[in-house]
């Protein structure tokens, strides 16, 4: 199970961390992903990890100001989001891929959580 919390309203130029707890099952072979879906438009990629810290990769759209990063000991995934737009206004979706090293479709993930609103706007 993967939830996710942290999503709120914010102006632009602002922060918001993300957090994806997950539980269930043994997700140390997996990567973890982060998505989002503005309204309208497809899912997107939007940050990739393994849990053990690397296979990092980002969308050039957030790169430089997102950062992905993870607590292995509380089974954690967080996404720090900087200097916000208002086009990263969307639902944010966390994704686990099992046996997985930088997986950027949305096919290679197994698992979902059910979003978070982020809101970027004056």
């Known amino acids: 199970q993967l939830v996710e919390s942290g999503g709120g309203s914010v102006q632009p130029g602002g922060s918001l961390r993300l957090s994806c707890a997950a539980s269930g099952r043994t997700f140390s072979n997996y990567a973890m992903g982060w998505f989002r879906q503005a309204p309208g438009k497809e899912r997107e990629f939007v940050a990739t990890?393994?849990?053990?810290?690397?296979?990092?990769y980002y969308a050039d759209s957030v790169k430089g100001r997102f950062t992905i990063s993870t607590d292995n000991a509380k089974n954690l995934v967080f996404l720090q989001m900087n200097s916000l737009r208002p086009e990263d206004t969307a639902v944010y979706y966390c994704?686990?891929?099992?046996?997985?090293?930088?997986?950027?479709?949305?096919?290679?993930?197994?698992?979902w959580g059910q979003g978070t609103q982020v809101t970027v706007s004056s």
């Open positions: 990890i393994r849990w053990s810290g690397n296979y990092i």
């Open positions: 994704a686990a891929a099992v046996n997985a090293y930088g997986p950027r479709s949305q096919s290679a993930y197994n698992y």
